[in-house]
């Protein structure tokens, strides 16, 4: 990333020679531009010394900088026609830049390819996991607002227990019927006898609210024990 360090990113871009060209705090600059001296790598992460500014680019020729032509001459005995020679050629040695290729990283882009796909996937990831979540929240308040009443309107209505009976039930309207689910097969001496109750007077009503899940009502067997 560039660095945060106002000075030192002008520094940066000034490199980059891409006219009108700001760095953001999440432009990203490749590590290619950089030399080996640039790294810290005493510690077990790599990193990139402070004040460290990328010198290693491929820029168009007519972005390149025109260099010093440097003259090595290695010879154990000159004559003077050639020393002349020499001369002549070093004064008229004008650099040329080698055709190079344009690298261009993305400088500026926010990340790559990969990286914003791994991105969505995770979203896309969270957004299942709330509507799941909802779903569930739904289910749960609407268990919650099941009573014991309203499971013997529902009884009733379908002719599964008369008005005596329903009368009988009531008593056990305050049973809390969530807990009851919480609680699996530990039922309470009312749950208890809410379902002898009900077993006895109406097999019909009870195997219904067993079979449609309303109510988790123990085993007709185990209500003998």
């Known amino acids: 990333r560039f660095p945060k360090d106002k000075n030192v990113r002008k520094k940066w871009e000034a490199t980059l020679q891409r006219e009108g060209f700001t760095a953001s705090d999440s432009s990203v600059l490749c590590s290619e531009h950089f ?5 810290d790598r005493t ?13 290693i680019f491929s820029f168009p020729a007519d972005l390149q900088r025109p260099e010093k032509c440097r003259t090595t001459v290695t010879s154990i005995k000159v004559e ?14 004008t650099s040329q830049p080698q055709p190079q290729s344009i690298d261009d990283h993305g400088y500026a882009l926010p990340a790559s390819l990969s990286a914003v796909a791994a991105k969505l996937k995770e979203a896309l990831a969270r957004v299942e996991s709330l509507e799941r979540e909802k779903k569930n929240a739904m289910a749960r308040e609407k268990r919650a607002k099941t009573t014991v009443q309203s499971l013997l309107v529902d009884l009733s209505d379908k002719k599964l227990i008369n008005k005596k009976l329903r009368e009988r ?9 969530d807990f009851l689910e919480k609680q699996g097969h530990e039922y309470t001496k009312e749950h208890r006898e809410f379902a002898l109750t009900l077993h006895l007077h109406s097999p019909k009503a009870y195997k219904y609210l067993r079979d449609t899940g309303k109510l988790p009502l123990p085993h007709p067997h185990t209500l003998q024990r």
């Open 35 to 39: 030399k080996q001296d640039d790294f």
């Open 80 to 93: 003077p026609s050639l020393s002349v020679a020499s001369q002549d050629a070093t004064e008229t040695c």
């Open 169 to 177: 039930l009531e008593l056990y309207s305050d049973l809390q019927l």
């Open 43 to 55: 510690g077990q992460i790599v990193r990139l010394r402070d004040g460290a500014i990328p010198s």
